[in-house]
């Protein structure tokens, strides 16, 4: 049985939201294994001098986490 772990991240972009989201994946699964879903939860933006700065989305972010290794009663993991 899986058992899933979630993480909220804010990834951002100067070219678009497209490029945000797959900055914070790329990123995310630089440093997670099993990562295995990505959730947009919010899209947003800042202005300077009336023109669009940078695209930010907010993403929930699923992985799985590892199974905890099996030790035999010596301390030693099994085989």
Do not use: W
Not at 47 to 59: A, E, F, P, Q, T
Not at 63 to 74: G, H, R, V
């Amino acid at each position: 049985m899986a058992i899933m772990k979630s993480e909220q991240i804010l990834a951002e972009s100067s070219k678009s939201f497209e490029d945000a989201i797959q900055t914070g994946v790329s990123r995310f699964s630089a440093t997670v294994r099993g990562l295995a879903s990505c959730h947009v939860n919010s899209m947003s933006t800042t202005v300077k001098n009336g023109k669009i700065d940078l695209y930010r989305v907010n993403m929930q972010m699923t992985f799985e986490i590892d199974a905890p290794s099996e030790k035999a009663p010596n301390g030693k993991k099994k085989k």
